[in-house]
């Protein structure tokens, strides 16, 4: 077992503002407040739901808040569903995380393969170019590209299929990465970068290099 299955999004490359920041603040302007953590893990609930990209959105699902305040357990209004429903949350800024290029050139210089397993736009090939990342990745497996999304495990299915081996995934999202790896018979590791995710105790990591180190225990390289 040879091969890292890796997230992009929050694990390789930040976008700025990241979505749930948006969110939380688009909510502050309807008059409601909320924690950035809140947020995020009412979205990223709500987002594991998904297994298939909304056919309007490129690859990502339709972002549903009447079921995100569901999992914020709070009441609210139609009309404030319906506002924030209009809204595009994706950001185009995104850049390199510090630990991305010496996380990946560790794998490659093991003779690792990598394969990145992302839900995300036909934007993908365009940051993948812009960073250079390419040069880094055996395959990408996006959701724009094959239709299903994490954490649907098909969509890591793909991925073995690519890497002809089964291995690790590492992502930043527990309902998507670390559950949708499960699905697939993968062993996840979760990227718990900001803390949001202070329940999980086993192969969480809060960075890449903590990643690696974890990974050459489980590859031994």
């Known amino acids: 077992m040879r091969t890292v299955f890796v997230d992009m999004g929050d694990t390789l490359v930040k976008f700025v503002?990241?979505?749930h920041e948006s969110v939380a603040n688009a909510m502050r302007e309807q008059g409601i407040e909320v924690t950035e953590k809140e947020v995020f893990r009412a979205l990223m609930k709500h987002m594991g739901k998904s297994n298939f990209p909304h056919p309007d959105h490129d690859g990502l699902s339709k972002l549903d808040f009447a079921d995100i305040f569901y999992e914020m357990?709070?009441?609210v209004d139609l009309e404030v569903i319906k506002n924030l429903s209009s809204r595009n949350y994706l950001?185009?800024?995104f850049e390199l995380y510090d630990d991305a290029i010496p996380f990946l050139k560790e794998l490659k210089s093991n003779n690792v393969k990598?394969?990145?397993?992302?839900?995300t736009t036909r934007k993908v090939h365009t940051i993948l170019k812009t960073l250079g990342l390419y040069q880094y990745l055996d395959s990408v497996i996006?959701?724009?590209d094959v239709g299903v999304m994490k954490p649907n495990p098909k969509i890591f299915y793909h991925a073995m299929k690519e890497a002809g081996d089964t291995g690790v995934h590492i992502g930043d999202v527990y309902?998507?990465?670390y559950v949708g790896a499960k699905r697939a018979y993968l062993e996840p590791i979760l990227l718990?970068?900001?803390g949001f995710y202070e329940?999980?105790?086993e192969n969480k990591v809060s960075d890449l290099y903590q990643a690696l180190d974890l990974l050459k225990e489980k590859l031994k390289f």
């Open 199 to 201: 329940e999980i105790k």
């Open 192 to 194: 718990d970068r900001f």
């Open 17 to 19: 503002p990241r979505m």
């Open 91 to 93: 950001s185009d800024r």
């Open 73 to 75: 357990g709070r009441p």
């Open 114 to 119: 990598v394969i990145l397993v992302t839900n």
């Open 142 to 144: 996006a959701s724009c």
């Open 175 to 177: 309902e998507i990465d």
